[in-house]
């Protein structure tokens, strides 16, 4: 495990449980949600903290894809949350992971990569910067997500509240697109992708007596996702840069020419409690 502190806050990063970001504290006050069994458990995906989703955040339809004519398999949300990240710098309040093309990752996603993620802690914001080179001949998709499990409890829900400027969606549960007129987060399950949400960032209010946490993203990143299960102590507020399914669909889907880089920028953030007012 890899510690970060910085002015009273605290991040964990996990490198072998694919760069995972734990926890992120501020004051004492758990930002993240972290289910510690799955964690623990390395047969499990981890459901907590910030999961890196690549190269393929969400579900293609059938397991696979097609690329130069051949079908290739690809799990769920992609294998970077799977493999372990080689630590390549640490600081006390930064770290930089790097993950490279294998013949394992060649066999789901046949374009050589290195993936760089630097994690910055500064104060009470959480700062994660994403670069992936293409060092293949031919240009190489890009299709990038992150996953955060906000710590909210299941009594706060009601309550909180995404803002959002997004009037059309695709309903994960209906399989269907659906008009947004608003986002309920009391259901038993909640799995909404925004697709025409136009700020580069969000509030998340949390509830009574929780700090609302601020996210703000490059550009690049297109759809929000929002998904939360009746009865579990979390939102997930998720960035993408692209539909789910988007190796196979096309839409909305990044390309990085040989030689070059990708780049974004992911900033997490809540006030301090001395400025914090409810």
């Known amino acids: 495990m890899v510690v970060l502190t910085d002015e009273g806050s605290r991040a964990e990063i996990v490198p072998e449980r694919g760069a995972l970001v734990s926890r992120f504290i501020v004051e004492g006050e758990p930002i993240l949600f972290l289910d510690e069994s799955t964690l623990a458990d390395p047969t499990k995906n981890v459901r907590g903290g910030i999961p890196v989703l690549f190269p393929a955040p969400g579900v293609l339809p059938g397991g696979k894809y097609t690329a130069d004519g051949r079908e290739y398999p690809m799990r769920r949300h992609g294998f970077a949350r799977d493999l372990p990240w080689e630590v390549r710098t640490q600081e006390t309040s930064r770290v930089v992971l790097a993950l490279g093309h294998s013949e394992q990752t060649l066999r789901e996603f046949p374009w050589r990569f290195e993936a760089l993620l630097s994690v910055t802690l500064l104060g009470s914001a959480l700062h994660l910067s994403f670069s992936a080179e293409n060092r293949d001949s031919r240009p190489m998709p890009l299709h990038l997500g992150y996953h955060p499990y906000f710590h909210v409890p299941q009594a706060n829900k009601a309550a909180a509240s995404v803002e959002t400027d997004a009037s059309r969606a695709w309903d994960n549960r209906k399989g269907a697109h659906v008009a947004l007129t608003g986002l309920e987060l009391t259901g038993p399950e909640v799995d909404m992708h925004l697709l025409d949400h136009s700020m580069h960032g969000t509030t998340l209010e949390r509830g009574p007596g929780l700090r609302p946490v601020e996210l703000a993203?490059?550009?690049?990143?297109?759809?929000?996702?929002?998904?939360?299960?009746?009865?579990?102590?979390?939102?997930?507020?998720?960035?993408?840069?692209?539909?789910?399914?988007?190796?196979?669909?096309?839409?909305?889907?990044?390309?990085?020419?040989?030689?070059?880089?990708?780049?974004?920028?992911?900033?997490?953030?809540?006030?301090?409690?001395?400025?914090?007012?409810?």
């Open 217 to 278: 993203w490059s550009p690049s990143f297109t759809t929000l996702v929002v998904w939360t299960l009746e009865g579990r102590d979390f939102v997930c507020v998720e960035p993408w840069t692209a539909p789910g399914g988007a190796l196979q669909t096309h839409q909305g889907l990044l390309t990085v020419a040989p030689g070059d880089t990708f780049a974004s920028e992911f900033e997490i953030s809540v006030e301090p409690m001395a400025r914090f007012v409810r």
